[in-house]
T-cell receptor, first 112, second 110 residues
C-alpha cells in the first residue's frame, strides 16, 4: 500500500458543487501539505498543517478550506467549485529532520 | 522557505547522453533536495545535499552545490528514455514550507 493515499484519483464536477479531496498517510508524519499543479507549471502550496490543531494558509488558499481530522488525515475542500480550479492536486507529508516530502499520486479535478 | 529556480525550462537529448539541469536560490540553506515527477504522477525524492557538502552521488545522479553562488546542478549520466520527466529543486532553509519552481522538463529520445 502507498504511504500517502489520495481519493478520489479523478473527479469531474460542475461549477458550484462542493468537492472534498481526501488524503491519508501511514508514515506517522505530523506535517501535511496540499499543493495544486496546473499544466506545465510547478506546484503551488494551498494549505499546510503541523498537527491537528495547526492549520496554515499557503500561497493560494482562496476558494479552498481544509480539515485535519487526525494525524493521518488531511482533507481539502472546494466549497463552490469553479472552472479555474481545474487542476492536479497533491497531498504530501514531511517528517522531522531533512524536510523530505512524500507525495501522494494526485487527484485530478475537472470543473465544468 | 524559498523557491528554487530551475534552468533550462526544457531539455531534449538522445538516449545515452548526459543531462544537466541547474537550480538557483536566493538565501542561505540547510540543504537542497531534487525531486522527479513523471507525467501526471506525484513527485518522488531523488537526492538531498547538505549545505556543507559540495558533491553527492546516487547511481547515475550527481548533484553539486555551490553555496557561494547559491546554485546547484543535477547531472544524469547515460540518460534513458525512462528518465523523461520533470525535475524540481527544493532549497530548504529550515522552515516548514517547501516551495517549488516550474521545474525542468527533460525529454530523452530513444
Amino acid at each position: 500500500d502507498a504511504d500517502v493515499t489520495q481519493t478520489p484519483r479523478n473527479r469531474i464536477t460542475k461549477t458550484g458543487k462542493r468537492i472534498m479531496l481526501e488524503c491519508s498517510q501511514t508514515k506517522g508524519h505530523d506535517r501535511m501539505y496540499w499543493y495544486r499543479q496546473d499544466p506545465g507549471l510547478g506546484l503551488r502550496l494551498i494549505y499546510y498543517s503541523f498537527d491537528v490543531k495547526d492549520i496554515n494558509k499557503g500561497e493560494i488558499s482562496d476558494g479552498y478550506s481544509v480539515s485535519r481530522q487526525a494525524q493521518a488525515k488531511f482533507s481539502l475542500s472546494l466549497e463552490s467549485a469553479i472552472p479555474n480550479q481545474t487542476a492536479l492536486y497533491f497531498c504530501a507529508t514531511r517528517g522531522l529532520g531533512t524536510g523530505e516530502l512524500f507525495f501522494g499520486e494526485g487527484s485530478r479535478l475537472t470543473v465544468l | 522557505s524559498q523557491q528554487g529556480e530551475e534552468d533550462p525550462q526544457a531539455l531534449s537529448i538522445q538516449e545515452g547522453e548526459n543531462a544537466t539541469m541547474n537550480c538557483s536560490y536566493k538565501t542561505s540553506i540547510n540543504n537542497l533536495q531534487w525531486y522527479r515527477q513523471n507525467s501526471g504522477r506525484g513527485l518522488v525524492h531523488l537526492i538531498l545535499i547538505r549545505s556543507n557538502e559540495r558533491e553527492k552521488h546516487s547511481g547515475r545522479l550527481r548533484v553539486t552545490l555551490d553555496t557561494s553562488k547559491k546554485s546547484s546542478s543535477l547531472l544524469i549520466t547515460a540518460s534513458r528514455a525512462a528518465d523523461t520527466a520533470s525535475y524540481f529543486c527544493a532549497p530548504n532553509t529550515g522552515g516548514f514550507k517547501t516551495i517549488f519552481g516550474a521545474g525542468t522538463r527533460l525529454f530523452v529520445k530513444a
